[in-house]
């Protein structure tokens, strides 16, 4: 998987298929677990991403960090990566047309990791996780926090939309829903975890 992974990054690093590779310092393919239960993605790199090459290491990226320690999680045991890879200039909205080109990166990233629950942070990656499960986006208030059981690239997920970190920052008023949800994804993971414990206690009966 690894060296999947790292195909990619060079697939990444060669791109021309927008214009965004002329202005980026390095692309930010992704980070994290090989075998992460849940994937985090987010919109894009901002300027200290761009500028080292890794996702969500700015003031975004310390208050993820704070959300996953308080549900007994560090940034090892998810994957984090981003629907583009290459900084927009000045951190504007990312064009549909660089959407559509970086998105195939993303999709193969999901098939290489298998996540068991996507975790999408803001309305672009919530829109891009719902367009490939086949499901309707209308706004973030009204899907934030909730668990859409959904297939999505051949896979059976739990999918969570929920606010990007940087709009708590911005909003602070946003922070609080932001912290419930992220009590909800622990619940959610603990669900799954105990499923996987019975099947292995299942499986163990019989041999």
Same mark, same amino acid.
């Given at each position: 998987? !690894?060296?999947?992974?790292?195909?990619?990054?060079?697939?990444v690093e060669a791109c021309r298929?927008?214009?965004?590779?002329?202005?980026?310092?390095?692309?930010?393919?992704?980070?994290?677990? *090989?075998?992460p239960k849940i994937m985090f993605?987010?919109? !894009?790199?901002?300027?200290?991403?761009?500028?080292?090459?890794?996702? @969500?290491?700015? !003031?975004?990226?310390?208050?993820?960090?704070? *959300?996953?320690?308080?549900?007994?999680?560090?940034?090892?045991?998810? #994957?984090?990566?981003?629907?583009?890879?290459?900084?927009?200039?000045?951190?504007?909205?990312?064009?549909?047309?660089?959407?559509?080109?970086?998105?195939?990166?993303?999709?193969?990233?999901?098939?290489?990791?298998?996540?068991?629950?996507?975790?999408?942070?803001?309305? @672009?990656?919530? @829109? #891009? !996780? @719902? $367009?490939?499960?086949?499901?309707?986006?209308? $706004?973030?208030?009204?899907?934030?926090?909730?668990?859409?059981? $959904?297939?999505? *690239?051949?896979?059976?997920?739990? *999918?969570?939309?929920? #606010?990007?970190?940087?709009?708590?920052? #911005?909003?602070?008023?946003?922070?609080?829903?932001?912290?419930?949800?992220?009590?909800?994804?622990?619940?959610?993971?603990?669900?799954?975890?105990?499923?996987?414990?019975?099947?292995?206690?299942?499986?163990?009966?019989?041999?």
């Open positions: 998987m !690894a060296v999947s992974l790292d195909e990619i990054a060079r697939q298929k927008c214009g965004l590779w002329k202005s980026r310092t390095r692309p930010v393919v992704g980070e994290g677990s *090989l075998d993605i987010g919109e !894009a790199p901002g300027r200290n991403e761009d500028l080292q090459g890794r996702p @969500f290491i700015g !003031a975004a990226g310390k208050l993820l960090t704070e *959300l996953l320690r308080g549900i007994g999680l560090t940034r090892d045991d998810v #994957y984090i990566t981003n629907v583009l890879k290459c900084r927009p200039p000045g951190n504007r909205d990312p064009l549909p047309e660089e959407v559509e080109a970086c998105t195939p990166y993303l999709d193969e990233q999901v098939k290489l990791l298998r996540p068991r629950i996507i975790v999408t942070l803001g309305r @672009f990656s919530t @829109f #891009y !996780a @719902f $367009s490939r499960a086949g499901l309707t986006f209308t $706004s973030m208030v009204k899907v934030r926090g909730k668990i859409f059981k $959904s297939q999505l *690239l051949g896979l059976r997920v739990s *999918l969570m939309p929920t #606010y990007h970190p940087a709009a708590a920052l #911005y909003y602070p008023k946003l922070k609080e829903p932001l912290i419930k949800d992220f009590e909800k994804l622990k619940k959610e993971l603990e669900g799954l975890d105990s499923v996987d414990e019975s099947r292995t206690i299942s499986l163990s009966d019989f041999m």
